[in-house]
């Protein structure tokens, strides 16, 4: 993506979570550190990992990241019948104007060879009776061309096959249930390592001389969401903390179909039903979606997100439904939804399911250009905390497991480029830093309320639909909470990561504030239309 410049007036920040000198730490070395455990982590450390002593860090038990989660699969030409043509189009389609060239046509390009490689360790997609891979169609796609495992659990099988190879890659070493609270930074602002914090052994100090930002976006800043509970922007707040470059936050996308059941999790609803016959009806049981796009339920994302969105303040009601009862096989070709709608007393053959747009994906993120270099030296960032320019300004469905494998690989090798370059900087260094944060009254707080109140007031103000008066107004809250709750040092994830949530729901709030548009996933009320040009937004702190 070009560089645009960044606005540093927007909002300041503390530069770290909390005081520390490396000197009084315990210190780890390597020579890259990847933050982070889903495909892209995993991805760019068996690379990386190819080239020098490599670790890899999980905040939380690794299966609890939106890659494990994914139903959803991963979107390649690997027919003959498609074309790389034909992929591209349909994400800068989907991309609403937005889409770095560049960038989707590498993504796109390199993709068949990630799949093919994935095959050869192992990965069991699903495969028709010939043996052929089975191709499932999804939103904004013009052809079938996505590849699944166990019908609806491909981030699952994704996982385990990427998971099993990393642990076995020789030079690579896994820290679970570590969590990063800061990048270290020195002259020029050169990334050196992160401040961590394990379970069982506390703050520790990693010193590296690359590190790889792979940690996943922020869903949960929003009440409603599919991510899991680790999705909360530490990656992008740290990143932000240091100095680097974010952009196009605004861009928030809503999955059209999630559960929606009092008491059951918010969990997708795959839009490879869709792909697969299901209809979008609503409590009369008519169909509404075949009069707001020529593809109907398999429009882009957005477009059917908003389609639910003003159906239902046209016609009431509180949620549509998903008709799956002309699926023959349902349970076969669905089992995890299958199991799921069983616990609710729902049979997809017999009951439509209830369902209404949640939080889906982070679209903005750590600015990173075509290696997923940031704007700070020795900082790669990729996959959901990256804004790389593949999506845009809407993403194609299964477009970011795809993403994740593409520029894992690509980020993981150029670090060691990098390296030739003369950029070592961390690690070797061994320096003493001190990082200080202003005094402040430790007042009462009740952190569950604060978090609580920002997802309720994300959801209602800076969700699917918004205005330029709510988008005010949930600024000037998020900036009064952050007042009296980032100026306090915590000593637990629980503290750091509410104090990640609000800087991250700021940026967000922020962007979606200036950009007086609609575009993608972005719908202003009050802007109902694109601007005449499409632009990124960029802001980071003042080094
Ligand atoms: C889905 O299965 O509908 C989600 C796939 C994705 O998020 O790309």
């Known amino acids: ?41 995993l991805r760019a450390a068996i690379a990386a990992a190819g080239h020098g002593d490599t670790i890899m860090l999980g905040k939380d038990e690794p299966q609890m990241s939106n890659t494990a989660w994914a139903q959803g699969g991963i979107a390649a030409v690997t027919d003959a019948g498609d074309t790389v043509e034909s992929h591209i189009n349909d994400t800068l389609v989907a991309g609403a104007g937005l889409c770095d060239a560049p960038m989707v046509e590498q993504v796109v390009r390199r993709g068949p060879a990630r799949i093919a490689e994935l095959l050869e360790w192992g990965i069991r997609f699903d495969k028709d009776v010939a043996g052929r891979l089975k191709l499932g169609l999804e939103g904004g796609h013009s052809l079938h061309r996505i590849l699944h495992a166990d019908g609806d659990a491909t981030g699952r099988e994704l996982f385990r096959c990427l998971w099993e190879r990393a642990t076995a890659t020789a030079g690579l070493r896994v820290f679970t249930k570590c969590f990063t609270l800061d990048l270290l930074t020195g002259e020029g602002g050169r990334v050196l390592g992160a401040l961590t914090h394990h379970a069982k052994y506390g703050l520790q100090v990693i010193w590296a001389q690359r590190t790889i930002l792979a940690s996943g976006g922020a869903g949960m800043v929003y009440r409603e969401t599919t991510n899991p509970r680790t999705a909360t922007g530490d990656g992008i707040a740290m990143a932000f903390r240091a100095g680097a470059s974010i952009a196009d936050m605004a861009f928030v996308q809503f999955h059209p179909t999630c559960l929606y059941l009092a008491g059951a999790p918010r969990s997708l609803i795959t839009e490879a039903i869709r792909g ?26 957005d477009v059917v997100t908003k389609g639910i969105v003003e159906h239902l303040a046209k016609a009431g009601g509180t949620n549509v439904y998903l008709d799956c009862r002309g699926i023959a096989g349902f349970g076969r070709a669905f089992p995890g939804i299958a199991a799921l709608l069983k616990r609710y007393d729902l049979d997809a053959s017999r009951d439509p399911i209830p369902v209404h747009p949640a939080q889906h994906y982070t679209i903005g993120g750590v600015w990173s250009d075509l290696q997923g270099r940031t704007t700070l030296p020795g900082l790669w960032a990729i996959g959901e905390a990256a804004c790389s320019g593949l999506h845009g300004a809407n993403r194609l469905a299964s477009n970011s497991l795809l993403e994740g494998l593409v520029m894992g690989e690509i980020a993981g090798n150029d670090t060691v480029e990098a390296g030739r370059e003369g950029g070592e900087g961390g690690g070797g260094g061994r320096a003493s830093m001190a990082f200080t944060v202003p005094p402040t009254e430790a007042g009462d707080l009740d952190l569950a309320d604060v978090e609580s109140s920002l997802r309720s007031a994300m959801w209602r103000n800076v969700g699917i639909e918004r205005s330029g008066a709510r988008l005010r107004s949930s600024v000037d809250m998020i900036e009064f909470w952050g007042r009296y709750t980032l100026d306090k040092v915590f000593d637990d994830v629980r503290g750091w990561q509410v104090q990640n949530m609000l800087t991250v729901a700021r940026l967000i709030a922020q962007s979606a504030l200036a950009r007086e548009e609609s575009r993608g996933a972005h719908w202003r009320s009050d802007f109902p239309t694109p601007a005449a040009s499409a632009v990124h937004d960029v802001v980071a702190r003042t080094l």
Do not use: N
Not at 8 to 31: G, H, V
Not at 276 to 301: C, N, W, Y
């Open 1 to 41: 993506m070009t560089a645009a410049p960044a606005d540093s007036t927007l909002f300041d920040t503390r530069r770290t979570l909390i005081p520390f000198k490396t000197s009084l730490l315990p210190q780890i070395f390597c020579d890259t550190l990847v933050i982070g455990c889903g495909v892209a982590g």
């Open 276 to 301: 697969d016959g299901a209809l979008l009806i609503d409590q009369s049981g008519k169909r509404f979606m075949t009069g707001v796009h020529p593809q109907a339920e398999l429009a882009p994302r």
